[in-house]
């Protein structure tokens, strides 16, 4: 707890992101300590967005660039999330996507995640009409 609390109150204090990791992980007392306190960091934001309408991909891509930010450099298991939402919205889309998600990662700007959950409902729900209309399914 007390490396949460260090690295939240050196942003509150308007600090960077760098130098409120380093507060976190030397109230954490160790690696170790600060793995857990970043983990925790981690489910609690994913939780925070888990109703946006994100697709499996996107919250992975989302969590994984939450972590990777928190430990200071981007992770291999980001760089596959990345790919696997470029693959699922297409190789014009998907870059897009993806760059958004990144980037809400490093703010507490949740706008352009829940600008993504409305086009994907918009998006499924074409979907799914059209498919109704092939199949003559309703």
Same mark, same amino acid.
């Given at each position: 707890?007390a490396? !949460?609390?260090a690295f939240?109150?050196?942003?509150?204090d +308007?600090k960077? *992101?760098?130098? =409120?990791?380093?507060a +976190?992980?030397? #109230?954490a007392g160790s &690696?170790?300590?600060?793995?857990?306190?970043?983990a925790?960091?981690v489910?609690a934001r994913t939780d925070?967005v888990?109703?946006?309408? *994100?697709? #499996?991909?996107?919250t992975? *891509?989302?969590? &994984?660039a939450?972590g990777?930010?928190?430990a200071?450099f981007? =992770?291999? #298991? %980001?760089q596959? #999330?990345?790919q696997?939402?470029?693959n699922?919205a297409g190789p014009g889309? +998907?870059g897009?996507?993806?760059? !958004?998600?990144?980037?809400?990662?490093s703010s507490?700007?949740? =706008?352009?995640?829940r600008l993504? +959950?409305?086009?994907?409902e %918009?998006?499924q729900g074409? !979907?799914?009409?059209?498919?109704?209309k092939?199949?003559g399914?309703s």
């Amino acid at each position: 707890m007390a490396g !949460l609390k260090a690295f939240g109150t050196s942003l509150a204090d +308007g600090k960077g *992101l760098a130098e =409120s990791i380093a507060a +976190g992980k030397a #109230a954490a007392g160790s &690696e170790p300590g600060w793995s857990g306190a970043r983990a925790t960091m981690v489910s609690a934001r994913t939780d925070q967005v888990s109703h946006y309408g *994100l697709t #499996a991909a996107q919250t992975t *891509l989302y969590r &994984e660039a939450t972590g990777s930010l928190l430990a200071d450099f981007p =992770s291999a #298991a %980001q760089q596959t #999330a990345r790919q696997a939402v470029i693959n699922e919205a297409g190789p014009g889309l +998907g870059g897009h996507v993806a760059e !958004l998600i990144e980037r809400s990662a490093s703010s507490r700007d949740d =706008s352009d995640l829940r600008l993504i +959950g409305a086009f994907n409902e %918009q998006t499924q729900g074409a !979907l799914g009409s059209a498919q109704k209309k092939v199949t003559g399914r309703s």
